[in-house]
Structures are given as C-alpha cells and as structure tokens.
C-alpha cells in the first residue's frame, strides 16, 4: 500500500495506530535512519496489521464518529516508523499521539552531502542547501527550484538538486507491504502470540497493550477516560499503570483475568464497566488507608488483588455489607501483599481466585481457603521480618503497623495514626542505628538497611534525632515520654542498644514485631479492631509522603537527582531500588539501586541499571538478566545522550534548547510523575 494511502486511512481511522502504553518513543537518530534508507531505496521493513470488529470507528478526518459497525485495521508492526513519517510528512503529530514530537520535528535535508539532520541555526540558517523536508513534502520540488537556480554556484548542480528533491518527495509514494492478521476467531491472546513471534527480536506486545488498542479503536475517547482516573489517583500518592487499571476493569466487567475476555464487550459495556471500577477503586483506597493506613503507592504493595477486590465490590453494589466483611477482605489482602500471591503467575492466580467469589454465599471463606492451601500457614514468623530494603514486602507491614498500632512520636507522644493532618501527617523513615556508624563498626549494607532497622517518625522529630547513638536518644526520650519508644516495638534491654550487640538487637525486635503483626491481623479477621474515626477521602486530603531520612544519604541524594536529569529530557523515571524478581516465583534476586526495565525507550532499548557502589556479583546478575549497568554517573549520562537521545556533534545546549525554530516548535512538555520519595 502506498504510504500516502496509509496516512489518509489513519485520517478517517480506518488504519489506527494503536493506544499501546509505552507511545512513541524513537529518537532523532532512528528517525534519520529511517529517512536515509527510504531516500537511498533501501529496505525498511513490512507492516503488521490486526483486522478487528468494532462497533463503531471514528471519522478523524471529519471529527465525528461513523456510528455503523465495521472494521478497523490495528497497526500492530510498524507504529513508530508509520508515527515518524506522518510526523515529517504531514507536519504534525497523529490523533492521540503520545510521546515527545521532537524527534521527527524539524528534520532537514543537505542537498550536497545528501544528509539528514535537525536543525542547528549555527549551521543552516541562511544556507538553502539545507532543505526542510517537511515544507518539502508540503510545498512540493517546485517551491525550492527557483531559490537555487538564482545562486550561479549551484548552476552546475542543480540537476543533481533537483533529481534529490525530487527522491526525498516521492518517499510519499513508497510502497509499504502490509501483512494482515484476520478473522472472527482470532483472539487477544493469540494475536499477541502471532506478533511476537513475528517480531522475535524486538519489541514484545502485552495483551493488555492489544485490548486496549482495539477498545480505542471503538471508542476513542476511553485511553482519556482511563488516564483521567489515573491522574486522579496519582495525585492522591497512589501510581498506577494503565496495564493494571485495564486488569481490574476486564474482572469487574467479566469476572475473568484474561483480557480477551473483553472480546465480545461492548463500547457501552466497557464504559460503565470503567466507570463502576472507578468507583471501587475510590472505595478500596479510602478503605485501605484508612483501616490499615497504607496511605501511598509506595507502601500499598499487593496491587493485583485489587482487580478481584473490584468485582467483589461490585458484586455487592459497590458497598461492603458489614464490617466484618470488609475486614476479611483486609485480612485476605494483607496476606497476598506479605506472601506476594500474583507476583509470578498473575492470570492463572486471580482467575482460581475469581472462580472462587463467583456466587456470594460463603465466597471470602473460600478465598482464604485458597491461601491457606498454597501457604500452609498464615502465621507471621520472626524470619519474616528479616528482609532488607524499603522495597521488601513486610516493608509495608512496618508501615501498616505504626499507622494503625499505637506508635508514637518521640519527641511529641502523638500518636503517629494515618488520621494525623497537615504537615505532621507525613512521615520519614529513619534508621534506628544510624547508617554511618554502622559502617564504620564493620556492618555490610544489608545488615544496615534491614526492615527492623527502620522506624518511621515524623520529620521534626527525626531532625532532633539525627545520628545520636540509639543508647543516647532511647534513654532521653524513655524519660521524656515513658513508654514512647517501646511503642515502636523496640526491645528495652539496654544492652541491645549498643553497637556490638546491633545483631542480638535485630533479633529481639523482629520477635516483636511478629507479635504485633499476627495480633493485628488475628483481631482483624475476627473483627474485633475498634471502628476508625472518621478520616478525610484519601482522594482529596493532602498527599501523604514518606521521605527517607533527615540525614541526607549522598548515594540516594545522587539517584534522585539522576532521575530528576532523565525526566528532564522527556524520558521515562527509573524506578528506584528496583526488585530483581525469579520470573515464575516472583522471589527476590537482587535489587538494583535505580533501574529502567524496559528501558530508556520501552521496547527498543535494553534494560538499564545505575549500580553506585555495589558488589562485583551484583553486577554480574544484572548482567546475566540482560541489563546494561552503569557504575558511575557520568558514563550513564553519556549513554544516554548518545546512544537514547542521539544528540549531534554540535554542543548539547543548542541540540536541545534550539531544536527547531520558534514557528515550528510543536511539541508540548509531557507531564511528569514525581520522583518517590522513599
């Protein structure tokens, strides 16, 4: 088909570039590949595409939708090349684009050199060899002729010139093959199996990706609507992927895990099953942060069980019949955060799980059943507490257990509730024994950076606290407030507060807070934990944010402001003591102190890591699972400016701040995720 032909069709909608979630994310470097070789007559490859029913498909050109039912051809292998060209020919960016335009604004064209480029004034202002191809492709061969047949210079050339010209304009008319994948029978899940097997060596497609293109193909107006609940939530603390909201969507609309479930559903289905999980979800936070005090995405954990928790809702009319019920429900929820229950085999788990709620009659004793079978015991044990890092799962049980057990703060004795407003509502963790002097007694890092090491405070009190030895500033505030510090579940044998006996200390305290873990949740499945008072919507307080200690770690201070770069240049956030995981266990291997696993450019570039001072074997199974690792920030910069935003041998600061000129600057800056604070 020619590519003209398949730019109009994207136009009326016809051909739609799928709402995948990682949008576009090629950089200028793969977009003058591209150029060069279809201005060189060079192979660039087939497109893939997915013929699907819908109800309706809307009519971009016009605007409107086509209100009969019919087909739309989903571009499954090929969106950022066909993205790029629309971007270069049309001059603009396609409906629904999502990504940074950047990379296929401005591209010029050296009629001498026979180079691609983006433009640098420095170099071609004033010059009319460098051509635009976009007014190029616009204005036609006939616009640029009269300029160089004025100059006598180009006279001996200007043949040449204008045999170029004319092979840049007719890339319009290059013939793309298009391979179709058709038929009623055709589901979600085999389509992604025939795409990536396909495309084998590049970019994997999720189902989740796949469904969502095709309800965006019906209903455009849904990857907004979807977005729009996510902002919502995000603003509240809580982040979330669209990949998961879709999860909990397909539950509560089919009760199924699968997203082919969502073959057969409707538009207008679809879109009051989105707007009743919506309003679960609303529920489930409110009640999660409330009654547990998991008041953030960083300390929630467990995700996945929120889309059976939505169809349990829902099933009810969106309301928990009683209280014990809905305390059950926690008790069931905590469980599958502590033992990671959809950490490996996500689909199969939550659809044994749904199979289990599908009838109301006794459906949370057999949700727990479940559990009971595949753990044997739901017995919290002192080991369990043994894990290291903020991103370990008894990490949120910690958190869960100063909220809603009775922690106090040292210097103020109030009680450190998830009910405590304003400013004094957020809370820092804080190292019990300060991490510095514990190096310099001999501890390694993950000695150091245990979960019973940590406390939670809040930042006014762990300011006072700072680095004093803990056998200083326990016996002052045991003073102070008797009973204060003991409320943290810290063992009050004096001689654990000494640094020679920080291990028998770790020891006595993960007794206790396995005592404090199995009451709580023992009294909450029996429903005996005192109503809550009333607490503001968790929608609409003031966000909650855990920050880490008050004394700057220089490590963490040097991760944050690396990401704090990278989101600068309108790439992804990396993720922050980022967990390893075995694939089919979904156990911990190692973790990685900052981390893009799909990459700087989701699906075209390789896994990354930043590992600052980190053991040799660490290195090497970041290695053996594929990432690419950096040791140093400099060297991590510089792969990035090179290799993922493909800056040009002239200097950075007119690269990136005078990309275009100011007539052509269309991109708009991309909202942005806040760095975690954690």
Partial sequence: MRL??????????SIALPEFQRGYVWNRDQVRKLMTSL????????????????EQVTDHARGEGNLSAGTVKLLLDGQQRITSLYGI???????????????????????????????????????????????????????????????????????DYANRLTAIDNIKNRDFHIEEVSGKDKTVDEVVEIFNNVNSGGTKLSKGDLALARICAAWPDARDELKGCLAKWSQAGFYFKL???LRCITAVTTNESLFSALKDVSTERFSKGLNDTD????????????RLGLDHDRVLGGIYAFPLMSRYLDQRGGHFPNHQERDQLLYWYIH?????????QTESTLRKDLAAIDGREGSLERLIELLRQDRGDLKIFPSDFGGWSKGNRFYPMLYLLTRVCGARDWEDDIELSQHMLGRLSSLEVHHIFPKSKLYRNGYERAEVNVIANFTFLTKETNLIVSNQDPEKYFAHYEEKHPGTIASHWIPMDKELWKYENYREFLAARRELLAQAANNFLNSLYIGTIPESEAAPDVLERERIVVSDSAIADPEEQILQSCNQWILEKQLPAGELAYHLTEAESGDVITILDLAWPDGLQPGYS???????????????????????????????????????LAIEAASESETEESNIPSERQ?????????LAAV
């Avoid at 599958?336 to 490996?344: A, D, E, N, P, V």
């Fill in 4 to 13: 003209t032909t398949i730019l109009d069709q994207i136009d009326m909608g």
């Fill in 39 to 54: 201005y060189k007559g060079h192979p660039v490859g087939s497109l893939l595409v997915w013929e699907t029913q819908t």
């Fill in 89 to 159: 020919i049309k001059g603009k960016a396609p409906q629904f684009f999502d990504g940074n335009t950047q990379p296929f604004t401005g591209l010029y064209f050296n009629l001498e050199e026979e180079t691609f480029a983006f433009y640098m004034p420095t170099r071609m202002d004033g010059n009319a060899l460098w051509v635009s191809v976009t007014e190029l492709m616009h204005k036609g061969v006939g616009h640029f002729f009269p300029i160089l047949a004025t100059n006598p210079e180009f006279a001996p050339k200007l043949a």
């Fill in 243 to 245: 990949d998961w909201f």
């Fill in 279 to 290: 309003k679960s979800i609303d529920t489930l936070l409110n009640v999660v942060s409330s």
């Fill in 336 to 344: 599958t955060l502590l033992w990671g229950r959809y950490s490996g």
């Fill in 606 to 644: 390789q896994p990354v890591a930043l590992l600052l001072n980190e053991d040799s074997h660490i290195s090497e199974i970041a290695s053996q699972a594929a990432f690419r690792f950096f040791t140093d920030i400099d060297s991590f910069k510089a792969y990035v400016r090179k290799e993922i």
């Fill in 666 to 674: 269309s991109a708009e800056p991309q909202p942005e995720r806040p």
